[in-house]
DNA sequence: GCGACAG
DNA sequence: ATCTTGTCGC
């Protein structure tokens, strides 16, 4: 794929690259129906130099892992809530690139839309990667929205001036809700069913859970 | 200026 | 994110 931009650039540049690209992002569903989906998220070593990134691509609905890859990388970025996707989003890159098989779906740790500039992590890789991509965080960037009540599949919006970005979703009984956002080529009342579909047992979707202990067993043992 | 602030 | 022991609950 084609690099969208230098993912070298200050701060004040990370900023004016989101503005820009949040006018390419496609706020609506642009497949039928996912037979794969990924899930991504990076580790870091505790020594503070290096991080992990992680790929796992499931089956959907059946949630079986067919393919994985990782990628190893120096840290390069700070962690700057609302330009997070310029800290991980090169190693997700790299490990993406090792993947054999490319996922019809990608599921991010961190926010899409959900985001003061409308451009999170999910938003921005997926226009990267030009595929379907969903943002699920474990905690909120934006504030304004309230608690679903505690049964599974129940939810509530996430607002940023007046409009609704995001989906506040329980995704398993009594336990703390995730914060659902679409990224690229999906919209907000699709995201939240898979979402919820790739939960099998976990409040954490299946993908995700897969990368993030990948991506942490490549740390050990690195 | 101060607090808030995905991982 | 990562460092950590026990501990409460299903």
């Known amino acids: 794929m084609k690099p ?36 991504a998220d990076v580790a870091y070593s505790t020594n503070k130099n290096f991080l992990f990134g992680a790929i796992a691509v499931l089956s959907y609905p059946e949630m079986k892992l067919i393919d994985t890859a990782t990628a190893k990388g120096e840290i390069s970025f700070p962690y700057l809530p609302g330009l997070f996707s310029f800290r991980e989003g090169p190693i997700l ?23 003061p500039r409308g451009l999170g992590l999910a938003s921005h890789m997926g226009l990267w990667f030009n595929l379907p991509s969903i943002g699920c965080a474990r905690t909120p960037l934006l504030k304004e929205f309230d608690y679903p009540c505690l049964s599974r599949g129940s939810f509530e919006w996430i607002f940023l001036k007046g409009k609704k970005v995001g989906a506040v979703l329980r995704t398993k009984r009594g336990v703390k809700p995730v914060f659902v ?38 740390m050990h043992g690195a």
């Not at 650039?9 to 996912?34: C, G, H, M, W, Y």
């Not at 996922?103 to 899409?112: A, C, E, K, N, S």
């Not at 069913?193 to 490549?218: D, G, N, T, W």
């Open 4 to 39: 969208l931009h230098s993912w070298e650039v200050s701060i004040e540049e990370a900023i004016r690259i989101q503005e820009n690209l949040k006018d390419r992002l496609i706020p609506k569903k642009t497949f039928s129906s996912p037979k794969t989906i990924g899930g």
């Open 181 to 218: 956002s679409p990224g690229h080529r999906i919209d907000l009342m699709t995201s939240i069913p898979i979402v919820l579909a790739a939960c099998q047992r976990y409040r954490i979707p299946e993908p995700l859970r897969f990368a993030h202990r990948f991506s942490r067993k490549m």
């Open 93 to 115: 890159v790299k490990a993406f690139q090792g993947l054999r098989v490319k996922p019809d779906l990608l599921i991010f740790g961190g926010h899409g839309t959900a985001h």
